[in-house]
Each structure stands twice: as structure tokens, then as C-alpha cells.
């Protein structure tokens, strides 16, 4: 049997890099870390212009169906690249800073980069859990790599309650193929088509899945490990795992509910709303009572993933266009603050409200870019931000969810206090202690990426509209 | 009665009794000895059962290598002494039984309804039934790609045993800001 | 199947236990003879003719001794370790093809007790389960001397397990099954030892490891651990150890020779054609018995943390190019044909790896690392 290796070529090149990083720190002890990091971004490189050559191959599935070749694919990949290209540049400066780089770092993002870009474009529920496990055992090490006591508890938290909602995840695994006899998306889609009524295993499937997926985006009520896992991780790594994460999980959630569960709509409609209200609401309350910035955004996280399902709730082809948007917006913004984070910061140290107190005074450059970005995730134009919302709200009104729009709009005023207080502090207070934000010139070009693409989605969303538009089609 | 029927008669409360056994013994070696016998059996149905490779696997992975491994931190870590009955947290054991009444009675109403116990195979089992050579028609065809990405896994998880295992905690005390674990700045030594 | 089949069955294990039992009876005798030679010393001569009946008489001096349980001691287990540490090396051998077939009554009978599809993995899964028996015997001694040989043995027995599992995946990827009646008519030609011979090493090293031989016998090193994992057992239950042990080299003897020597193959003149291969089988297990004395008359025993270094930085990296290596040899004339260019790259790029593994074991250690 040929096996035909185009489909996967970007996860191959990644994998790859990321091995040869592990076997460039056995074998060559000495080298420059400079060099792990140049290995790593050709990886990255290729691995991106392979996805880009897959965007005119569009097809159904490849490799015994057990991925798709998509357009959806394509620019999930690409989004996932980029936010593990931003990663490893910030991880390397700031991880060398603390002196905490090692070769495992970069082969590890890399190992993690090549589960999500597999999990956004698996097409068989088997798939889906391997890609799941890959990335999520990369981050789990990644998260607890630090020799910080809080970095330990963040990665126990996040195994132990990961490790559960795998279980739930393969537990679903489990119903549906009970409920239809495979594993394949488009083969639980006709099996369960043919059936004028709906099978109890695949609504016991379809709880299951949700659940382990909710676990994985850090939806409401299954976000409990976000606030401790990205507080304990190092920051350049909790700017990883926040984006990265949750883009993954989304296309694979998406995949799943869009392609597998087609046939369930009416059933996984409420389901999917309901996690949307509670997700929105409780992040942007509970953002609000945090003193940590990386807290409170992971709050602010929780309150994202829940903005996305919204837009997740419209069936088809708009519901996919505006979440897809939305977490490419959201990993742009999330990447960014995470990334002013990671500068003011050191270590575990200077990670409260108060150490950002009057940035402006100390770092004009980091406070504006930090504005920026608390900007965009407040939603408030010209940025990213406001237009996702926007366009995931219309989605959901579209499909008749018009209440899901409210609360949601409702729960973006609440959580905007809180951005607004940070930028409050940021610029109107004096700066409290003698810590100074980390000069070095490099990152601050490195955020400047991240912050050119969130001011331009909101000034000319048109610039992708068209690409994510011709993305919106699942293939199976 | 043939032989199948007479080798599960014999082993079935075998199997069952160690389960059952293993959850009421407090002596942690005895209790993984227990579910040694409970594994083995399993695998022995297994063969009964024509699939000699899930026998294989069951008696290799389960009973060979993990088993063995628990074995060994028990009796590295000493803590084969009756471990203390008390809950942690409330209602723990009325909701573990109430859990438990819900799978029972979910499994039952399964195996009422026949749901997913018709002949729903991996397409590669459907020429030859379950033999070692059709699983890998499966594993090596239709799920190749889930099977190699779980190299991958495994190098992450290997990976992932280095960098936790040559932690050095820091001490729990504040330590002066600046100061670099000189461990951590000495190039790492790899012994040969 | 009727009574007469059932009857052959029974027969036949009853054969094949009996056999072992005689086999090892002699094995012990040829190991202490063979060890006596190397020293030039006599070794045993009173019972029995040249002292032949030696194990004999000391199977029958520890059955009437007392079998002492020691107050410390977890007693269920105690009692039932040195059986289990017997168990699997005795099923071990259910698998094995020592012949061809003989003609009993009108049927045919196999000189193997079953041929199941999974054959060398029943091999697997019975060495497996070897470990248990030492390390409930050392746990349930109560004594720390015991629970340390345990401990070191579970941790040596495991390493080379994944050792050993690599040579015969090696082996089963070039037969082509698992079976191991298949692999031996796979070796019509060629024995595999000739092109598995990195596997043949790997296999015999892991499997003396595996058996706690001499010079990997770490778990009962009498000058660190007085006898390791059965220091208290004494009687019956000590011979049974014993009688394990040794069963087990026979069963890894045997499957060295099933899967590299050509099985029961060898040439034969046409008369009683079923006894030479049963010959051929044995005289095999001989010699390679023979080679494992002979390693324990010359090398001294390993330190245990270069054991385990070696177990796991030479033996397994080297068998896992060597599985790598052959599924290239295996799949690459499927896929490009067996053109000579082929044929040279393949044996260039093998001399290759082969040197780049062998390399860091010719260098000579660093001192400061000795110390480590």
C-alpha cells in the first residue's frame, strides 16, 4: 500500500525539527541556543508553506480517512503556526532571561504545534484523540518545565483534570462508535443520517464529547484548571497554549459537531448555547475580582472560548466563517498580551495588577502595545476584537440565537471593566517598587506582529474575509 | 458441554472473586497480586474468545509491565500498609455507589437493547474475522496514521519523564530576586 | 476431538514435562562438570556414574529438608512464589517445535504442544510473568536482603525484556509471522542467525540477563546480597527456584535455537526419520547451553548501574537500528527491486550505523566517569 504523505507534511516537518532540536541537544551539548531556535522556525517555515500547498488540492480525506484536505485546514494550520512561530521567539528570549531554556522547550512546542495542527485537521475520531494526547502531554510538560513551585501545581492541576477529561473524550469516542459502528466523522454522519430517530448512544456520545472538548477549550463550567495552569506556566508558554489551544480544539470541535454531528443539529444546538452563556458570563465576571494579570486572563480566556461557541452555535458554513475569524483574531490579541505579560514579568514575579501600575512611565512602547491588546479583547474598535464580535454575534442572531447575542454583548460590557481598570493602572497611576520591564529591543518587534495583524483585522477585515470565506466548507 | 464452556466455568469466578477480592483487601501487594489473577484471566477469555493477540498484549502490557511496575514502587516506596478508610470528602462513597448503580444499569439496559454488540468491525476484520493478521490489516491500513502519530506521543512522553525527573526543586523559601539555581547554571552533565 | 486425541495430548505434556525435568537434571550436572573442566578440578564424580546422578541426589537432600518460614515473612505469597517462579517457564516451552511429527495410532502427532498463531509472543508473555516470582519471593521474605535482590532483579528483568522483545521483532519481521512452526520453515535455506546475527547477540545477551545468569546473576550476588531474592527460602521451595531457573535457560536455549539456529533442522539419513530432528534439537540447545557455562566460567559479574546502563544505552539503541535495518532489508526489494545498487547501499549504510553504534563502545571511558 503507497500512503500518500502530502496531507500530513506539515505535522512530518514539524516532528521532524522538533527531533532534531532533541538530538542536536544530546549530541551537540554545547550549542547555541540560537541554533535550537533556527531549527525550530525552518520547521515552522516549511511546515507553513506545506499547508499553503495544500490549499488548491482541496479534496475529501486522506491517509484511510483518517485526515481531511481542506481549505479549513489550511488556514487553521496557518494560524496555529504562526501563533507557535510567535511562541518559540518569545519563549527563547524570555525562557534564556530566567534561565530556564533548554532544548526540551523548543522540541516540545514543536511536538505540541504538530498535535494541534493534527487535531484541527483530523477526520477520525481516532485521530482526533492521539493529536489531543500529543498536544496535550507536550503542554502539560511545557506548563510544569519551570522549576517554580506554582509552575508544578499549574501542570498537576491541568494533568489531573486533562487526564479526566480524556476520559470523558474517549468515553465519547467509545458511544459513538457503538452508536454507528466507526470512527470516522463522515461515517458517523451518514450512519447516524439514515436513522429517523436519534440513537440514545449518540446523545450520550454527544454529551461526552462535549464535555471533553469543553475541558480542552476551557469552557464554563469545565474551565476550573485554566486559571492555574496558565498562571503557573512560564508566560511565554501560557501565550502558547492559550492560542493554541484553544484554535485546535475549536476546529476540531467544529469538525465534529459541523461534520460528524450534522445530523444531531436541533440536539447539540441548546447544548452548545448553553455552554456558550455560562462560559461568557462566568469568564468575564470572574476576570473582573482577579489581582493577576495572567488570571485574569485566563479568565478572559474562558470568556473567549465562550464567544467562539456562540458563534459555533450557527450550523454550517457562517457559524464556521465567524468563529474561524474569531480565533484568529483572538489568538493575535491573547498572543500579544500574554506576550507584554512575559516582558513585564519575570518568572513568577511581577505578574499582579499592581506591578503593571504606571507601565506607561517605564515602557511607553509596552503599555501602548498592551493597550492594543486590551483593547481588542474588550472588543472595542478599530481592532480585531470588536470585529469577531461583531461577527460571531450576527452569526448567532442569523440562526435565531438572538438571546445568545445579548448575554454576550451583555457579558463583553461587564469583562471590559476589567480590561479597562488594567489600562487604568497602566497610564494613570506611578509605578509602585523598582522592578523595570525587560528592555531588550527583540520581543518588543517580535509583539509588534501580533499587534500590526490586530490593528489591521479592524481596520480592513476585508483583507481575509475572502480566504475565510472560501475556508468555511468542511470537507469529508 | 465442550471445553470452552468448562475452562470459563472454572475460570469466571476466578476472575470475578479477585475483583472482588482486590477491593476489600487492604494490603496494598495483595490487592495488585489480586488484580494480577484478574488480569490473567481476562486474557485467558480473550483466547478463549479467538483473539490470541489481545491474549498477547493483555498478559505482556497489563500483567508483564505494569503490574510489575506497581509491584516495584510498592515495595520501593514501602507503602504496603493498610491505608486509612477515612473520606477526605463527603458523601464520596454514597456518590461512588450511586455512580456505580448507574453504570450497572446503563450496561444493563446495553446489553437488553443489544446496542453495539452486532458484529460492528474495523472493515479489515470483516474477511477473516479477528486474527493477529487482520488487526494488523487495521492498524497498519485504516488507522496507520493514528498508530504513527502515537510515536510521536511516546517521544513526548519520554521527553516528558527527563524534564520532570531532573527537576530540582528549589527550596520553598524566598529566594532574593536575581539569583540564578546554580545547578540550573551549570551545563548540564549527562552521565555516559 | 475424541478420547484418543485428548489421551495424545495429555501424553504428550506429560512427555514434554518429563523431558524438561531430565533435561535440566542433566543440565546441572554438564554445567557443574563443564565448570570443574574449565577449572581443572574433578567437579562431582560419587553418585552415580561420573557423578551423573548428582542433581538427583540433591533434589532428593532438599526435599526432605525442613522448609523454614521466616516469622517476618507474608505467608501466602511466601508459599506460592517459588511456584509461579516455575509456572511460565514450563508454559514458555508449550510453544516450542523441539521435531517434526511421529505417527501414533493413526494420528499424527506434533512434536510441539500448541502452535498458536501468536507463537512468539506466548514466549513473550510467559518470560513476563517470570518476574513475579522473584519479586514475591522477595517481598514476602520479610528481610531486606531479599527485597533489594527483588527490586534490582524487576528492574534488570524489565530492561532486557525490551531487549529481547527487539531481537525477535527483528526475527519476526524478516520470517515474515509469528508462528513458530512458520518461522522455522522459513530457515530452510538460510538459518537466521546468519542474516539476524546483530539480533542473535542482542537475544543472547538479553536472554542470559533474563534467565539471572551468570554474568548478569545481580539479584543474588552472594557477596552483596547473601543469595538475593530466595536468601530464606530453603527445601522443596528453594529446588523449585532452582528447578525454574534452570527450566527457563533451557526455554530461552530452545527459542534461540527455534528462531536463529534452524529450529530442529540438520541433515538426516532416511531411517526413523522422526528422531533426528528431536537429535538435531537437542544437540543445539546443547551447544548454545554450553556457550552460557562457558561465558560464566570467564567473565566476572557486571556492576548493576553499568547492567542497567548497558541494557539501556547499548543494547536497546542498538536493537532498534537493528529493527529499523531490517524492515529496510525486508520492504526495500518489494519497493525498488533487488538491483545491485540497492544490494550496495543497503550493506554500506548497514556497515554504517553499525560502526556509529559500535563506535562509543570502543572508546575508552573517560576516568572521571568511572567513578560515577
Same mark, same amino acid.
Given at each position: 500500500m503507497r500512503v500518500e504523505l502530502a496531507p500530513i507534511a506539515p505535522e512530518l516537518l514539524l516532528v521532524g525539527a522538533g527531533i532534531a532540536v532533541l538530538l542536536g541537544g544530546v549530541l551537540a551539548r554545547r550549542a547555541d541556543p540560537l541554533a535550537h531556535l533556527a531549527v525550530s522556525l525552518a520547521g515552522v517555515a516549511g511546515a507553513a508553506a506545506a499547508s499553503v500547498m495544500l490549499w488548491s488540492r482541496e479534496g475529501a480525506t486522506a491517509l484511510a480517512g483518517a485526515v481531511a484536505v481542506d481549505r479549513?485546514?489550511?488556514?487553521?494550520?496557518?494560524?496555529?503556526?504562526?501563533?507557535?512561530?510567535?511562541?518559540?521567539?518569545?519563549? $527563547?528570549?524570555?525562557?534564556?532571561?530566567?534561565?530556564?531554556?533548554?532544548?526540551?522547550?523548543?522540541?516540545?512546542?514543536?511536538?505540541?504545534?504538530?498535535?494541534?495542527?493534527?487535531?484541527?485537521?483530523?477526520?477520525?475520531?481516532?485521530?482526533? @484523540?492521539?493529536?489531543?494526547?500529543?498536544?496535550?502531554?507536550?503542554?502539560?510538560?511545557?506548563?510544569?518545565?519551570?522549576?517554580?513551585?506554582?509552575?508544578?501545581?499549574?501542570?498537576?492541576?491541568?494533568?489531573?483534570?486533562?487526564?479526566?477529561?480524556?476520559? %470523558? %473524550?474517549?468515553?465519547?469516542?467509545?458511544?459513538?462508535?457503538?452508536?454507528?459502528?466507526?470512527?470516522?466523522?463522515?461515517?458517523?454522519? $451518514?450512519?447516524?443520517?439514515?436513522?429517523?430517530?436519534?440513537?440514545?448512544?449518540?446523545?450520550?456520545?454527544?454529551?461526552?464529547?462535549?464535555?471533553? @472538548?469543553?475541558?480542552?477549550?476551557?469552557?464554563? =463550567?469545565?474551565?476550573?484548571?485554566?486559571?492555574?495552569?496558565?498562571?503557573?506556566? =512560564?508566560?511565554?508558554?501560557?501565550? %502558547?497554549?492559550?492560542?493554541?489551544?484553544?484554535?485546535?480544539?475549536?476546529?476540531?470541535?467544529?469538525?465534529?459537531?459541523?461534520?460528524?454531528?450534522?445530523?444531531?443539529?436541533?440536539?447539540?444546538?441548546?447544548?452548545?448555547?448553553?455552554?456558550?452563556?455560562?462560559?461568557v458570563v462566568v469568564g468575564s465576571v470572574l476576570a473582573i475580582a482577579q489581582t493577576d494579570v495572567k488570571r485574569m486572563l485566563a479568565y478572559s480566556s474562558v470568556a473567549h472560548a465562550g464567544f467562539v461557541l456562540i458563534g459555533a452555535t450557527a450550523p454550517g458554513a457562517p457559524g464556521i466563517d465567524?468563529?474561524? @475569524?474569531?480565533?484568529?483574531?483572538?489568538?493575535?490579541?491573547?498572543?500579544?498580551?500574554?506576550?507584554?505579560?512575559?516582558?513585564?514579568?519575570?518568572?513568577?514575579?511581577?505578574?499582579?495588577?499592581?506591578? $503593571?501600575?504606571?507601565?506607561?512611565?517605564?515602557?511607553?512602547?509596552?503599555?501602548?502595545? %498592551?493597550?492594543?491588546?486590551?483593547?481588542?479583547?474588550?472588543?472595542?474598535?478599530?481592532?480585531?476584537?470588536?470585529?469577531?464580535?461583531?461577527?460571531?454575534?450576527?452569526?448567532?442572531?442569523?440562526?435565531?440565537?438572538?438571546?445568545?447575542?445579548?448575554?454576550?454583548?451583555?457579558?463583553?460590557?461587564?469583562?471590559? @471593566?476589567?480590561?479597562?481598570?488594567?489600562?487604568?493602572?497602566?497610564?494613570?497611576?506611578?509605578?509602585? !517598587? $523598582?522592578?523595570? =520591564?525587560?528592555?531588550?529591543?527583540?520581543?518588543?518587534?517580535?509583539?509588534?506582529?501580533?499587534?500590526? !495583524?490586530?490593528?489591521l483585522l479592524g481596520v480592513l477585515p476585508g483583507l481575509v474575509t475572502d480566504v475565510l470565506g472560501k475556508a468555511a466548507v468542511l470537507r469529508w | 458441554m465442550s471445553a470452552d464452556q468448562v475452562a470459563f466455568l472454572v475460570l469466571a469466578p476466578i476472575s470475578v472473586g479477585a475483583g472482588i477480592a482486590m477491593l476489600l483487601q487492604r494490603n496494598a501487594v495483595h490487592a495488585a497480586l489480586l488484580l494480577v489473577v484478574n488480569l490473567v484471566t481476562v486474557g485467558i477469555f480473550y483466547l478463549m474468545l479467538a483473539a490470541p493477540f489481545l491474549f498477547a498484549v493483555q498478559i505482556i502490557v497489563y500483567a508483564g509491565a505494569i503490574m510489575v511496575l506497581f509491584l516495584f514502587v510498592i515495595m520501593l516506596l514501602g507503602v504496603d500498609r493498610a491505608e486509612p478508610l477515612e473520606e477526605p470528602i463527603r458523601f464520596q462513597r454514597t456518590a461512588a455507589v450511586l455512580l456505580g448503580v448507574g453504570i450497572l444499569a446503563e450496561l444493563v439496559t446495553a446489553v437488553r437493547a443489544g446496542v453495539g454488540f452486532r458484529a460492528l468491525g474495523p472493515a479489515a476484520f470483516a474477511e477473516t474475522g479477528a486474527d493477529t493478521a487482520a488487526l494488523a490489516r487495521a492498524l497498519f491500513r485504516s488507522y496507520v496514521l493514528p498508530f504513527e502519530a502515537t510515536s510521536v506521543l511516546l517521544i513526548v512522553a519520554a521527553v516528558a519523564a527527563m524534564v520532570l525527573a531532573r527537576r530540582r526543586p528549589a527550596p520553598a523559601t524566598a529566594e532574593p530576586e536575581g539569583v540564578v539555581d546554580a545547578e540550573e547554571a551549570a551545563p548540564e552533565e549527562v552521565g555516559a | 476431538m475424541d478420547l484418543l486425541d485428548w489421551a495424545l495430548l495429555l501424553g504428550r505434556v506429560a512427555v514434554v514435562f518429563a523431558g524438561l525435568l531430565v533435561t535440566v537434571m542433566l543440565l546441572i550436572w554438564m554445567e557443574r562438570k563443564v565448570i570443574a573442566d574449565m577449572q581443572t578440578r574433578m567437579g562431582p564424580m560419587r553418585a552415580g556414574p561420573r557423578g551423573v546422578l548428582i542433581t538427583l541426589a540433591d533434589g532428593i537432600k532438599l526435599f526432605f529438608k525442613e522448609g523454614i518460614v521466616p516469622a517476618e515473612a507474608d505467608r501466602p505469597v511466601y508459599l506460592i512464589a517459588p511456584v509461579i517462579a516455575m509456572l511460565p517457564a514450563f508454559l514458555a516451552f508449550a510453544v516450542i517445535p523441539f521435531g517434526t511429527s511421529v505417527t501414533l495410532f493413526g494420528r499424527e502427532v506434533p512434536f510441539q504442544l500448541a502452535d498458536p498463531s501468536i507463537g512468539i509472543l506466548w514466549v513473550l508473555a510467559m518470560a513476563s510473568l517470570g518476574v513475579y516470582g522473584i519479586v514475591l519471593a522477595g517481598w514476602s521474605s520479610g528481610s531486606n536482603y531479599p527485597l533489594l535482590g527483588a527490586v534490582r532483579s524487576s528492574a534488570q528483568i524489565i530492561s532486557y525484556e525490551i531487549g529481547m522483545s527487539l531481537a525477535l521483532v527483528a526475527v519476526l519481521m524478516y520470517s515474515g509471522s509469528l508462528r513458530l512452526s512458520e518461522i522455522v520453515e522459513a530457515q530452510a535455506r538460510v538459518w537466521n542467525v546468519i542474516p539476524q546475527f546483530p539480533a542473535f547477540v542482542v537475544y543472547l545477551i538479553a536472554g542470559l540477563a533474563e534467565t539471572n545468569r551468570p554474568p548478569f546473576d545481580l539479584p543474588e550476588a552472594e557477596s552483596e546480597l547473601v543469595a538475593g531474592f530466595h536468601t530464606e527460602y530453603s527445601g522443596i521451595r528453594f529446588a523449585l527456584f532452582y528447578l525454574g531457573e534452570y527450566v527457563n535457560t533451557v526455554t530461552v536455549a530452545s527459542v534461540a535455537v527455534t528462531l536463529f539456529l534452524g529450529g530442529w533442522r540438520g541433515p538426516a539419513p532416511d531411517v526413523l526419520p522422526w528422531v533426528w530432528p528431536l537429535l538435531w534439537f537437542l544437540a543445539k540447545v546443547l551447544a548454545v547451553v554450553y556457550g552460557y557455562v562457558w561465558v560464566r566460567a570467564t567473565l566476572p559479574r557486571i556492576r548493576f548501574d553499568r547492567l542497567m546502563a548497558f541494557g539501556w544505552k547499548v543494547l536497546i539503541p542498538f536493537g532498534l537500528v537493528w529493527v529499523l535495518l531490517t524492515g529496510a532489508i525486508v520492504v526495500l526489494p518489494d519497493v525498488y527491486g533487488r538491483g545491485p545498487v540497492v544490494a550496495g547501499a543497503a550493506v554500506v549504510f548497514g556497515a554504517l550505523v553499525l560502526a556509529s553504534v559500535a563506535a562509543p563502545l570502543l572508546r575508552p571511558r573517560p576516568a572521571a566517569e568511572v567513578g560515577r
Open positions: 479549513f485546514g489550511v488556514v487553521a494550520r496557518l494560524v496555529l503556526l504562526g501563533v507557535a512561530a510567535l511562541a518559540l521567539l518569545l519563549a $527563547h528570549h524570555t525562557l534564556a532571561r530566567d534561565g530556564e531554556l533548554r532544548p526540551e522547550v523548543p522540541a516540545l512546542i514543536l511536538f505540541a504545534t504538530a498535535g494541534m495542527t493534527l487535531l484541527a485537521v483530523s477526520a477520525d475520531l481516532v485521530t482526533t @484523540f492521539v493529536a489531543l494526547e500529543v498536544l496535550s502531554l507536550s503542554l502539560y510538560v511545557l506548563t510544569g518545565s519551570s522549576r517554580r513551585l506554582v509552575s508544578l501545581e499549574g501542570a498537576m492541576k491541568y494533568f489531573l483534570l486533562g487526564a479526566f477529561s480524556t476520559a %470523558f %473524550f474517549l468515553y465519547g469516542v467509545a458511544m459513538a462508535y457503538g452508536a454507528t459502528g466507526t470512527t470516522s466523522l463522515g461515517g458517523i454522519a $451518514h450512519a447516524l443520517a439514515g436513522r429517523t430517530e436519534t440513537p440514545a448512544l449518540a446523545l450520550v456520545a454527544m454529551a461526552l464529547l462535549a464535555v471533553g @472538548f469543553g475541558f480542552k477549550v476551557s469552557a464554563a =463550567p469545565f474551565h476550573m484548571w485554566t486559571p492555574d495552569a496558565y498562571q503557573g506556566a =512560564p508566560t511565554a508558554v501560557t501565550a %502558547f497554549m492559550s492560542a493554541g489551544t484553544k484554535v485546535a480544539a475549536f476546529a476540531a470541535l467544529l469538525r465534529v459537531l459541523d461534520v460528524a454531528l450534522q445530523p444531531l443539529g436541533w440536539d447539540w444546538g441548546p447544548v452548545v448555547a448553553g455552554l456558550a452563556a455560562v462560559s465567524a468563529a474561524l @475569524f474569531y480565533l484568529l483574531a483572538y489568538a493575535l490579541m491573547i498572543v500579544g498580551a500574554f506576550g507584554v505579560v512575559s516582558l513585564v514579568s519575570q518568572g513568577e514575579r511581577g505578574t499582579s495588577l499592581e506591578d $503593571h501600575a504606571g507601565l506607561y512611565r517605564r515602557s511607553p512602547v509596552l503599555a501602548g502595545l %498592551f493597550a492594543l491588546f486590551l483593547l481588542s479583547l474588550a472588543g472595542i474598535p478599530p481592532t480585531a476584537g470588536f470585529i469577531a464580535k461583531v461577527s460571531v454575534f450576527r452569526a448567532a442572531v442569523e440562526a435565531g440565537h438572538w438571546w445568545l447575542a445579548l448575554v454576550g454583548v451583555l457579558a463583553s460590557v461587564v469583562a471590559a @471593566f476589567a480590561y479597562i481598570r488594567l489600562m487604568v493602572l497602566m497610564y494613570m497611576r506611578e509605578p509602585v !517598587g $523598582h522592578r523595570e =520591564p525587560d528592555p531588550s529591543p527583540v520581543p518588543r518587534l517580535v509583539l509588534a506582529i501580533p499587534a500590526a !495583524g490586530t490593528l | - | -
